[in-house]
């Protein structure tokens, strides 16, 4: 069965603080796609970064950083120098090729302070 | 403007009363999905379509209906039959880049009062 795993249900951290998201995955299959959206407070899931899984090159975007890692079945997410605008929902997610849904994870509130 | 739109924002609903949500895209896109997210478990699927006048169920479709007779409206009816209906709704169309994933829209929260 597929799964997808984020442990930490709430994280706070004061601004300017790094802060790294953990995401665990399941699946049998060795094709499959790997992402990460952010959910602000307004509610709209926000694509951040999408991860084919035979690419395994890590990913920089300004702050933002993923770290894929398949040998422990994890793709973490790293925010460098957090800023309150960073404070939202994240949502690692997991799709098979020919299927049509995104298995999501439970999501990880981050809460940055000024 | 191109995107998502759902409508309303906010909606409640009496017990024993249905609802339509709903749920109109201007990009063209032929697949288009329903999820449901509830405080503490992510995002879960209920019905998608992948054309016009075709749609299958999700993981919890029980206590909703769909309708797909144009490509750009995917409203949910959330049905007296769902016992639990009180959520927030996310639509969502697939996308066709690089993407591979989905789009989402803004979403509404379903009160039942």
């Known amino acids: 069965a597929q799964k997808v795993t984020q442990a930490q249900t709430e994280i706070s951290v004061v601004e300017k603080e790094d802060v790294t998201l953990d995401c665990v995955y399941e699946t049998r299959d060795t094709t499959y796609y790997l992402f990460w959206y952010k959910q602000p407070p307004s509610g709209e899931l926000v694509f951040l970064i999408r991860?084919?899984?035979?690419?395994?090159q890590n990913e920089i975007s300004g702050r933002y950083s993923w770290n894929f890692q398949k040998s422990t079945s994890s793709f973490n997410f790293t925010i460098t120098a957090s800023q309150v605008v960073d404070s939202a929902v994240y949502f690692c997610?997991?799709?098979?090729?020919?299927?049509?849904?995104?298995?999501f994870g439970t999501g990880t509130r981050l809460q940055v302070f000024p | 403007d191109g995107g998502i739109t759902q409508s309303p924002k906010y909606l409640f609903r009496k017990e024993g009363q249905n609802v339509t949500l709903s749920c109109e895209q201007n990009?063209?896109?032929?697949?288009m999905y329903w999820y449901r997210q509830d405080p503490g478990q992510g995002l879960r699927l209920i019905y998608y379509?992948?054309?016009?006048?075709?749609?299958q169920k999700g993981d919890i479709a029980e206590g909703y209906s769909v309708s797909r007779e144009k490509k750009e409206s995917f409203p949910l009816t959330v049905t007296s039959a769902q016992k639990n209906p009180t959520a927030f709704y996310l639509c969502a169309i697939k996308d066709t880049g690089f993407n591979y994933g989905y789009t989402f829209g803004s979403g509404t929260r379903l009160t039942v009062v």
């Open positions: 997610a997991l799709r098979l090729p020919n299927t049509d849904k995104l298995i």
């Open positions: 991860r084919n899984s035979f690419d395994e």
């Open positions: 379509s992948q054309i016009v006048n075709d749609f």
């Open positions: 990009l063209n896109h032929d697949a």
